[in-house]
């Protein structure tokens, strides 16, 4: 049986304007659906697509971000966003529509540094 990789999904993109969103959501659940040891980390401004309520069909795009509720489905747990970015943005963890937890600049090291794959997206 092969071996489980660690894989890193990075999202450094706002949640419209480009597909990078989708793509990245697509790629946690076909990779969680195979068994994969995933982790989800949003930094810079990849942290807007994790805000509540949004509304994206006001400007006739779909909601994707609806989809993060499926994370729990396929034991996607491991969400973290960088505390850096969401202070210089003046949001907190509850302005996020999932629960994540919080990393330093160090733990963002840490975490890719533990990792196989590291998408960015």
Do not use: W
């Amino acid at each position: 049986m092969p071996k489980t990789k660690k894989i890193l999904i990075v999202n450094r993109q706002p949640p419209h304007g480009t597909l990078a969103m989708k793509e990245g959501i697509d790629i946690a659940l076909i990779n969680s659906a195979f068994g994969q040891s995933l982790s989800i980390l949003f930094l810079e401004d990849g942290i807007y697509q994790l805000l509540k309520n949004q509304n994206p069909q006001s400007i006739t795009i779909k909601d994707h971000a609806a989809t993060f509720s499926a994370f729990e489905l396929y034991d996607i747990n491991s969400i973290y966003v960088d505390d850096h970015a969401l202070k210089d943005r003046a949001l907190s963890k509850t302005d996020l529509s999932i629960a994540a937890q919080g990393l330093s600049p160090a733990g963002i090291c840490q975490l890719m540094e533990d990792q196989d794959i590291i998408l960015n997206c």
